[in-house]
T-cell receptor
């Protein structure tokens, strides 16, 4: 079945450094969603990308969808301690149902 | 705001027991999902439902069943609990219809099978 690989699994940065997580698929994706899960919390929807080459920004977060719609990235500029958590990408399957396949997640730790 | 409520935050059961996990959403969403989350494996879909009394298998349905008798409620059943079903279970809901909709998650149930 469709798989979504996410790297890195874990990253530890100093506050103020940048951070990027990557999501890759061997098949073309219909769309991609990004979620954030704080420690002890549940995944919370951040954004959805649909178009080839699409770039969206939310304050310090920049989301990109690859031209071939097989990969995506989330970049955080100047991390803050509030960015701590696990970031998941999730891709939609072309089944007609609203099913998602989640990446394995990237856990971000930010030291002050 | 969408509210997805899972009946228990923590649950401890014994091997062989029949276990029920309940999930209720208050936003009239058509779609409901059950995932399990394990370290290093992300979220894996167990079952989902796109309408009352409708259900579809996800990626790891073995050992589980579901029930959706009312639109707002989606139950996950472990027919005969085993230790490898110890995990965090997350329920989610989303709107139906055209276009891809974000999923809204409950706080999760951490289930331990002894």
């Amino acid at each position: 079945g469709q798989q979504v690989m996410q790297i890195p699994q874990y990253q530890h940065v100093q506050e103020g450094e940048d951070f990027t997580t990557y999501c890759n698929s061997s098949t073309t994706l219909s769309n991609i969603q990004w979620y954030k899960q704080r420690p002890g919390g549940h995944p919370v929807f951040l954004i959805q990308l649909v178009k080839s080459g699409e770039v969206k920004k939310q304050k310090r977060l920049t989301f990109q969808f690859g031209e071939a719609k097989k990969n995506s990235s989330l970049h955080i500029t100047a991390t803050q301690t509030t960015d701590v958590g696990t970031y998941f990408c999730a891709a939609s399957r072309n089944t007609g149902f609203q099913k998602l396949v989640f990446g394995t997640g990237t856990r971000l730790l930010v030291s002050p | 705001d969408v509210k997805v409520t899972q009946s228990s935050r923590y649950l401890v059961k014994r091997t062989g027991e029949k276990v029920f996990l309940e999930c209720v959403q208050d936003m009239d969403h058509e779609n409901m999902f059950w995932y399990r989350q394990d370290p290093g494996l992300g979220l894996r879909l167990i079952y989902f439902s796109y309408d009352v009394k409708m259900k579809e298998k996800g990626d790891i349905p073995e050992g589980y069943s579901v029930s959706r008798e009312k639109k707002e409620r989606f139950s996950l059943i472990l027919e005969s609990a085993s230790t490898n079903q110890t995990s965090m279970y997350l329920c989610a809901s989303s709107l139906g219809g055209a276009g891809w909709q974000p999923q809204h998650f409950g706080d999760g149930t951490r289930l331990s099978i002894l």
